[in-house]
Structure formats: structure tokens, C-alpha cells
């Protein structure tokens, strides 16, 4: 079974550091515009959360993408995006329920979290271990499943 | 099927393109109309190669040419370079101001104009977006027009009612020639003004109401595109958090 991304965020400091990990990565500079992770803080409550791609069984992006260039690696389960076949319409940065999926307009490419084909630099390099990248068990899937449970509310919500 | 590039024997799947061939071995066939969501056009003809099969040798389109036979393909002679200089050195008669003709020009090494051009042309007819435009089931531009005359256009220069204003032919257009405002409430794209949907806590435009239908539509998830990019992730934080401001 394909390994996934699973955030836990009491344990996220806030502090950035996988934004400038994955810009570094894909972009060469230290640049968390360009990040394809992204933290979310609360300060008056000391709560912080690393948003990024959920790697969705049903995704929204390869939907409505109108080429087809968005697929599932066979390797690493990510869902990835062919920058060829790209138009850049953006239509799948629009369509991510969790604003995963964004258009970088210095490379002219559409990102997104594509596991670092199987070795993602965030889970290496995060200092508090709040992101870790496992093997798809029942442990893992559960605290995924609470997490997309409460993802789920927040759509009902929006509407 | 084993066929020759360049003096280079390769290895390639019968019916493929000469110019898929090419690319895959690493072998660079120059191309304007050709992109690879949708293949080559066989429009701008920078891709003319030499096809030798027995005896006879005749020049293609390598975008549009299918490999059914064992050929040996030349992608640079002088024919070919006399060619694409020409193909060049026109439409940088056409497009003058565009920096993608200037500097395809300099590469090819064609003479400058000392004609009367026209200064605010940016367009080379390649056809990528009327391309774009096709496969985001929309179709609703084209080229009109014949001859000197040829442009890319709406139906009679109307707000198209296909248009969902997503900006696809203004990012696939190489010269920029495809102008896409926006201004506080509106985006202008081919005579056509669009409202846009503003993000519910932020205000920032998310998109047009067309671009929110058509993404529903083919998504088939019900999903509401009331927020931005950012707030959609920060939607999703606060609900993690439990933490409502």
C-alpha cells in the first residue's frame, strides 16, 4: 500500500520551516510564496496547521482538469501534474477544496505537493515531527479519516 | 518498428508522430503551433523535415506525420534551415514588437523589416489558443478571415456566449497577443466583461461565475467556491483547530 503525508497538528510549532524546505526543493530559493505546504497559525490560541495536497482518492483537480494532465503516480500514489500537457487554465487551483494546488507565476507551472516522488523534504526536515510520511495502516488511515471527517464539516459550513 | 533520425537508428511504436519520435530520443525539432495536450497542427510548419523512404525523399510536417514505414528522417539539411528561416522572417514581419519573434529572429538570423508593419500586431496565427480554447469544450474562438486578413476571433467580434473567460488562450499564447483585464469587479477577455465571484471572507476574486459552473460541473462534487485560495486553507485550519473567530 502507497505511503501517505499524516499531519499531527498538536505538534506543529508554527514555525515555517517546511514552506521554505519545499520551495527550496522544487524552486531553488527560500520562498514560501512558492511553497506548495503552507502553515496556518493561530497565535492567540497557540494553534498551528500545515495545509497541503491530500492526495484525494476522488480529487477534484484531476476532474476538472481538460487535458488530463493531472494523474496518479504509479510509484508514489501522489496525484501529479504534467507541466507539457498543462494548459495553466488553473481551473484545478480553483477546484481544490483545500487550496492545495497553486499557480507559480515565476516558473509558469502549476504546483503541487507531488511527495517528492516517494521522499518528501518537509517530513525530513520538520523539527517537531508534525508531519510524517507512512505506510497507509490502519493507525494512519484513522487519523487521516478524523481529519477528513473534520474536513468534511468544514465544506457544510461554508455552505 | 526501427527507423533512422539524424543517422541515429531508434526504436519507436508504429503510428506515433516523426516529431514524438524525435523527442523522445532527445532529438530537437523546433515547433510553434505544437503542443502536447493536444499534438501538433501541422499550422506553423516549422517542423518540415526530410523523409527519405527507398529512393524517393520528400519533405513533412513531422507533427502531423504518422510512422508507418522503416524511414530515415533528416531534421536539419539546408532546405530545412532555408525553410524555418523564411517561416521566421515572416511572421517577424508580422509581429515585429513581440519579444518572442525578436528573439526567435536573432536565432535565426533573419534581416530586420524596412517595411510598413504593423506596430500593434502581436499575433503569428499558430492556433494554440484557438487549440485551448477547444479543449476546454468551449470553442469559442476561431481563425477568421482569409489571407492578409487572417486573424484569430469571436464569432463577428462578439461576446462569445461559449466563452467562460478562464484566460486559457491568453496563458498558451506565446507572443502575448491576447489581452485578459481585470479591474475591481470585472474581467474583459474578448469583448466579453465578466462579473467575478469575490471570496466570502476576504474579498478577493476567486473567479468568474461561468469558470464556478464549469468546474461543478465536471467535477461533479459538491463543493461551494466561496473562498479564495488562502481562506479555503484557513477554512480548513479553523475547523481542525476547533477555534472559531
Known amino acids: ?159 | 518498428m526501427r527507423i533512422i533520425i539524424d543517422e541515429k537508428p531508434v526504436e519507436v511504436e508504429p503510428g506515433i508522430t516523426i516529431l514524438e519520435a524525435a523527442r523522445q530520443n532527445d532529438i530537437d525539432i523546433p515547433t510553434l503551433c505544437y503542443h502536447e495536450a493536444f499534438g501538433g497542427q501541422g499550422m506553423c510548419r516549422m517542423c518540415m523535415v526530410e523523409v527519405k523512404n527507398g529512393a524517393t525523399s520528400r519533405l513533412v510536417a513531422s507533427c502531423t506525420y504518422p510512422i508507418s514505414e522503416e524511414i530515415e528522417v533528416s531534421t536539419s539539411t539546408p532546405a530545412i534551415a532555408r525553410i524555418r528561416r523564411n517561416i521566421i522572417g515572416l511572421l517577424y514581419r508580422r509581429a515585429p514588437n513581440s519579444e518572442f519573434m525578436q528573439l526567435l529572429r536573432e536565432q535565426y538570423k533573419c534581416p530586420e523589416v524596412r517595411l510598413d508593419v504593423n506596430q500593434e500586431e502581436n499575433c503569428i496565427l499558430c492556433r494554440l489558443c484557438v487549440k485551448a480554447c477547444e479543449e476546454m469544450g468551449s470553442s469559442a474562438i476561431a481563425a477568421v478571415f482569409r489571407g492578409t486578413d487572417k486573424r484569430i476571433g469571436t464569432p463577428y467580434d462578439d461576446a462569445a456566449t461559449a466563452c467562460i473567460g478562464c484566460g486559457a488562450c491568453a496563458q498558451i499564447c506565446p507572443t502575448g497577443a491576447i489581452a485578459m483585464t481585470e479591474s475591481e469587479d470585472r474581467r474583459t477577455i474578448w469583448n466579453k466583461d465578466f462579473a467575478l465571484v469575490r471570496c466570502q471572507r476576504c474579498g478577493q476574486p476567486v473567479g468568474t461565475p461561468e469558470q464556478l459552473e464549469y468546474i461543478a460541473s465536471k467535477s461533479g462534487l459538491a463543493l461551494e467556491f466561496g473562498l479564495c485560495q488562502e481562506c479555503r486553507r484557513k477554512q480548513a485550519a479553523v475547523k481542525v483547530s476547533g477555534y472559531h473567530r
Not at chain 1, 62 to 83: F, L, Y
Open chain 1, 1 to 159: 500500500m502507497d505511503k501517505i503525508i499524516v499531519v499531527q497538528p498538536e505538534k506543529c510549532t508554527g514555525c515555517h520551516t517546511c514552506e521554505l524546505v519545499c520551495s527550496f526543493t522544487h524552486s531553488d530559493e527560500f520562498n514560501p510564496t512558492r511553497s506548495r505546504i503552507s502553515v496556518i497559525n493561530f497565535e492567540k490560541i497557540g494553534f498551528a496547521f500545515p495545509v497541503l495536497c491530500q492526495q484525494c482518492g476522488e480529487a477534484a483537480c484531476m476532474k476538472v482538469c481538460p487535458v488530463g494532465a493531472i494523474s496518479r503516480s504509479a510509484v508514489t500514489g501522489a496525484m501529479e501534474i504534467n507541466d507539457g500537457k498543462c494548459l495553466r487554465c488553473q481551473m484545478c487551483t480553483i477546484a481544490c477544496p483545500f487550496g492545495a494546488t497553486l499557480y507559480d507565476p515565476v516558473a509558469n507551472i502549476v504546483a503541487k505537493c507531488d511527495l517528492c516522488q516517494g521522499d518528501p523534504q518537509c517530513v525530513k526536515l520538520c523539527p517537531s515531527g508534525a508531519i510524517s510520511y507512512q505506510a497507509a495502516s490502519v493507525n494512519s488511515l484513522s487519523k487521516r479519516k478524523a481529519f477528513a471527517a473534520r474536513f468534511t464539516d468544514v465544506f457544510e459550513e461554508v455552505r
